[in-house]
């Protein structure tokens, strides 16, 4: 006996019909219709302000609020300890811009604008060598950038030792049979000038790091093009290298200005402004902690503010970012 297998033609039921021939809610509308009203909701447009909400409130809290309360020190003859704050108007930028000792120490700032400008050859000349492929270059690379990990207290204590009389780097030239008695931090050109060394061994390596990040960022098919059309190593890094780096070596001029203008660490560690080797931040310090003159050293940390904006603005005036397109 042969059996018979019967086939329905029927159509599958409706998933998304209800029983009793009602049609159901169509999800895919449901969830275009929730999207829309997500996208169009306040919640949404409030939601980066939440995200942003603590860094703001830190931001405000720890620079814009002390940077506010500075300048209405500035104003005030306050001593730091006493809550009476007397305004004494402009008097303080006055005291200023008429006390020789006060301009005298921006002398000092001119040694370390000069190693400044060492220190940024030197990166540079080592950044644009180890971007190629060279043997040891990670550890050249560590040897460079070792010195700026160092804690700043702790080198001016190092070279504090090594500069004194009879100390590492008279031990090192009594080896080559140079004697000498030069006291290398006992007058003022020889200490700012040691002072000077000290901070070019010590930030060469950021310069270095900031010039070997923007050099590798470079797309290395620009490289194979011009060793094929014969270009050597220098036309490589005054065509394609140079114009590459232009906006981080224009950054590394600014750090190099307002750093030489704050120096702080080094000369205060080893001379503590003895000798004439006094910064304007050193100074800045004894008028607000030794001679309890806060609304004076509140003036000169706003002139200083004041003196570094005006050079990053004139700066950025005279070399403007271009945009660099080397493809």
Same mark, same amino acid.
Request: without cysteine; aromatic residues 8%.
């Given at each position: 006996?042969?059996? !018979?297998? %019967?086939?329905?033609?029927? #159509? *599958?039921?409706?998933?998304?019909?209800?029983?009793?021939?009602?049609?159901?809610?169509?999800?895919?509308?449901?969830?275009?219709? !929730?999207? %829309?009203?997500?996208?169009? #909701? *306040?919640?949404?447009?409030?939601?980066?302000?939440?995200?942003?909400?603590?860094?703001?409130?830190?931001?405000?809290?720890?620079?814009?609020v002390p940077v506010g309360n500075m300048i209405y020190y500035s104003f005030t003859d306050w001593d730091g300890v006493s809550p009476d704050r007397n305004y004494v108007g402009t008097e303080n930028y006055t005291e200023i811009f008429t006390r020789p000792e006060l301009l005298r120490v921006f002398a000092v700032s001119f040694y370390y604008l000069a190693a400044s400008v060492v220190q940024i050859v030197i990166a540079l000349y080592f950044a644009a060598v180890l971007s190629f492929d060279l043997r040891f270059r990670n550890l050249f690379k560590g040897i460079l950038f070792f010195p700026y990990l160092i804690n700043g207290v702790a080198i001016g204590f190092v070279f504090l030792y090594f500069f004194q009389d009879g100390g590492t780097l008279d031990s090192v030239l009594s080896w080559f049979g140079v004697g000498t008695d030069h006291a290398w931090l006992g007058s003022p050109e020889s200490a700012n000038t040691s002072m000077a060394g000290v901070s070019v061994w010590r930030f060469t390596g950021l310069n270095f790091v900031l010039f070997l990040g923007a050099i590798q960022s470079i797309p290395g098919e620009l490289y194979e093009a011009a060793q094929l059309d014969g270009a050597g190593r220098w036309k490589q890094f005054r065509h394609i290298i140079a114009p590459s780096i232009r906006p981080v070596l224009s950054l590394s001029v600014i750090l190099a200005i307002s750093g030489s203008l704050s120096v702080f660490e080094i000369p205060y560690i080893m001379t503590g402004g003895a000798t004439e080797t006094s910064t304007f931040v050193i100074q800045t310090v004894k008028y607000a902690f030794q001679f309890n003159k806060t609304g004076l050293a509140s003036a000169c940390a706003v002139v200083l503010l004041a003196i570094i904006l005006l050079i990053t603005w004139i700066q950025r005036r005279l070399v403007p970012d271009e945009k660099v397109d080397l493809v």
């Open positions: 006996m042969s059996r !018979t297998r %019967t086939v329905s033609t029927a #159509s *599958p039921p409706d998933p998304a019909a209800a029983p009793g021939g009602r049609v159901g809610k169509q999800p895919s509308r449901h969830r275009a219709n !929730t999207a %829309t009203s997500w996208r169009d #909701s *306040p919640m949404r447009k409030l939601t980066p302000w939440l995200f942003l909400l603590a860094p703001l409130a830190l931001l405000i809290t720890f620079t814009y």
